[in-house]
């Protein structure tokens, strides 16, 4: 097993992790308004812009032909994003961003676990099965200090 890979798994995952952080951090700073959405609004448009930028500059980015032949993908996607950015805001607003535990364990059954294994029939061996547990336990150590704080 060569060590590179996972090296490359591993900066990735944090990288995307330190951008969710700023978005949270973002989300939780940010000026109060009337509509709670106008601040995802706002971040979910300019992060498309440049995404589109980065997109072209990389070549032949086939919007039109691509979205044609991928759109039910692309709208379920959409159903998930807008689910997930409706939910930061409920869990970020009403209960914190230290609750963002709760989502990440929930993200590892969810997209790991379920998407993966079961429906991407990804792979899963005990070293999974166990590292799934401590996540459930993670969850349960965390209500219960919740609880006494």
Do not use: D, E, R
């Not at 992790?17 to 939780?28: D, E, P, T």
């Not at 300019?46 to 993908?73: C, E, R």
Request: proline share 3%.
């Amino acid at each position: 097993m060569k060590a590179l890979p996972y090296i490359f798994a591993i900066l990735f995952a944090v990288l995307a992790a330190i951008g969710n952080a700023i978005y949270a951090w973002g989300m939780k700073k940010a000026g109060p308004s009337s509509n709670p959405f106008v601040f995802s609004t706002c971040a979910f448009l300019f992060s498309t812009i440049i995404t589109a930028i980065i997109a072209l500059i990389m070549g032949k980015a086939n919007f039109l032909p691509y979205f044609t032949a991928n759109s039910g993908w692309i709208l379920f996607a959409v159903l998930g994003f807008i689910t997930t950015q409706v939910s930061f805001y409920l869990l970020y607003q009403y209960f914190g961003a230290n609750q963002y535990t709760l989502y990440a364990v929930f993200s590892i059954i969810t997209t790991s676990l379920i998407v993966g294994v079961f429906i991407l029939g990804g792979k899963f061996n005990w070293y999974h099965f166990f590292a799934l547990l401590t996540a459930i336990a993670t969850v349960l150590l965390f209500v219960l200090g919740n609880k006494h704080s």
